[in-house]
């Protein structure tokens, strides 16, 4: 089983406060990221990283920024959030790190953001 | 075109049937194929990756048509446990990430 968290699960907060939105991985993976995904539609990525000090922007433009000092750390923020920014955020991680040997993506929970 | 297209559904069925999805991709230099299966509010779960010879994993064959550029995925026997959205997955060509279809939603009735 895959050891992926993300940390909060659910938030509620109000328009223009700032929020990070925690993901780490205990696999050793090398690549992380970060998708975006509303009720019934399909997964979009925002952001990527090939590693420690790599980060690149995804398919979807997002407002978010991210950063990766460590490994197994990978956290996703918003410095002023908006009710357009509400949705689910998830976080992925793949590469040969402990306990897998392919490109496979494996996710986390997920952390489900509203905006008022 | 986009990259991954799948047939939204749902598809409709009872215990014990057979189905099968169909999801063309556009670039013929993909190498890495996979079907996800996403929960209702949950995270995708790699179900199976797809190989050039076909592979199966129980109730669950995959075929790739290089050819024509689609990916099958083919369940039998049916359980209610199988109701979920289905993603086809394609790598994509030049980068480290992957492209998710919109799925295909299937619902198992008793």
């Known amino acids: 089983e895959a050891d992926i968290y993300q940390t909060p699960r659910y938030l509620v907060i109000g328009t223009g406060k700032k929020i990070t939105l925690e993901c780490s991985q205990t696999m050793g993976h090398d690549k992380m990221y970060w998708y975006q995904q509303d009720p019934g539609m399909e997964l979009h990525l925002i952001h990527y990283s090939y590693g420690v000090n790599s980060t690149e922007k995804g398919d979807l433009s997002s407002e978010s920024t991210v950063s990766r000092i460590r490994t197994e750390h990978f956290p996703l923020t918003l410095e002023s959030a908006r009710p357009s920014h509400t949705s689910q955020y998830l976080c992925?991680?793949?590469?040969?790190?402990?306990?897998?040997?392919?490109?496979?993506?494996?996710f986390g929970p997920g952390t489900r953001l509203t905006v008022l | 075109r986009k990259e991954v297209e799948q047939d939204p559904g749902p598809f409709n069925v009872p215990e014990g049937a057979t189905v099968a999805f169909n999801c063309t991709y556009s670039?013929?230099?993909?190498?890495?194929f996979f079907w996800y299966r996403q929960d209702c509010r949950k995270e995708p779960k790699l179900l199976m990756s797809v190989y050039s010879s076909g592979n199966e994993d129980g109730r669950f064959t995959a075929q790739l048509n290089r050819a024509s550029q689609y990916i099958s995925l083919l369940i039998r026997d049916s359980k209610l446990s199988d109701s979920a959205t289905y993603l086809c997955?394609?790598?994509?060509?030049?980068?480290?990430?992957?492209?998710f279809g919109k799925g295909t939603m299937l619902l198992v009735s008793p």
């Open positions: 997955v394609v790598n994509k060509v030049g980068y480290s990430t992957l492209t």
């Open positions: 670039n013929s230099a993909s190498q890495s």
């Open positions: 992925a991680s793949t590469g040969r790190g402990h306990f897998s040997s392919t490109d496979t993506q494996y």
